[in-house]
């Protein structure tokens, strides 16, 4: 007889994927760690790394971040979905290789501005020249210029940084120090020996290591992000066609449906708690992975608030009650005073309304503003969407 996998409903995946991403309660990791276990964060502005830690970490300290960008062992570049993430060195060698055939899908986009190019040839140029010292992605383009006059400058531009795994170099991505972005190759930047890749070298000058494997990359999501789908990972990696590799680690996996009768797999021993455990109240930065990893995002969505974090290209930050989405927030900084903003979806009770305060008060009493230029904070509950 053939047993019949388990039903999760939404709070069951809800609570497990809380506790996957240190959200149900603060971890005593230090902060290069919990990079680590949560395969990376989003990093397109300076600031949202640094509050999804405060979120996630008991007396997270800023410092610990930059302090892990300063001395190389943490890097920012161009990664899953194509958008810039804060990683470990060894993780951006690896998850870079793992992204790349869709990184490199970008360029259909631009092919009409590259005709004549030759892409082997412009990887070449453009490692040579951000080797020497970080570029800025004006300067990359200008120099490829010279080669291909003819060529659509952006173009060129998005050519090297999809071909290349460049990282931005610091101060950009450092706490209340962060600078313009200026690009430089993964392996000049991070030496190879210290990442843990030797080898040769290809065509481009990038050190070779040994051939990422999709299904190393599959228990890492499943650990930060699981129980999920094959729909799921493809969705967080922005790739397709990981059923096989899904599917060869089944015999090691657990195996969950959905309330909808999707399959969805796990690690035996990962933590899956009661869907009554409490999750307290927690504020995340925009583009949080927390919401953007899952083909289906109803364990973290509500569907009534689908589509409600974002306006026209910009996303606002967002705050957690019960455990899912409930509204947005802003912060504020005018001279010597800080006003925080919170914009529920429903009415907040009473004691949510106060949990929420109390929350938004240790955020900014805590060590993520204790250098901030401000001497006090107004939190308020008021309009934050189309103000």
Known sequence: MTNTPQVLGPRALNRAT??????????????????????????????????????RLADFDPADLSGALESRRAVRMVTMRSTIHLHLADDART???????????????????????DLDRLAELSREFAAKEPRTLRQLREELAGTWPDADPR????AARCLLPLVQAT????????????L?????????????????????????????RAEDVILRYLAAFGP????????WARLTRLSEAFGRLAPRL?????ESGTLLYDLPDAPRPDPDTPAPARFLPEFDNLLLSHADRTRVVPAEYKGRTWQGNYAYSVFLLDGFLAGVWRLREDGDTAVMTIEAFGTPTRSQKAELTAEAAALLEGPLHADSPWSAYDIRFGPVVGT
């Not at 190759?185 to 990422?212: F, M, N």
């Not at 657990?254 to 959905?258: A, L, N, Q, V």
């Open 18 to 55: 809380l506790s996957r991403q240190l959200l149900l309660g603060r971890s005593s990791m230090g902060a290069a760690e919990a990079v680590g276990h949560l395969v990376g964060l989003q990093a397109q502005n300076v600031k949202p790394p640094y509050y999804a830690l405060a979120a």
């Open 95 to 117: 998850l870079r290789g793992f992204t790349q055939p869709a990184i490199e899908s970008e360029l259909r986009q631009f092919r009409k501005g590259l005709v004549g190019v």
């Open 155 to 158: 173009a060129l531009g998005v």
């Open 171 to 182: 101060p950009r991505g450092l706490w209340r120090r962060s600078g313009q972005v200026a």
């Open 184 to 212: 430089t190759p993964l392996d000049e930047w991070v030496a190879p020996a210290a990442s843990g890749a030797e080898g040769s070298r290809g065509a481009d000058g990038a050190a070779q290591s040994d051939p990422v």
């Open 228 to 235: 999920a789908s094959v729909k799921d990972m493809q969705t």
């Open 254 to 258: 657990r195996t969950f449906h959905d």
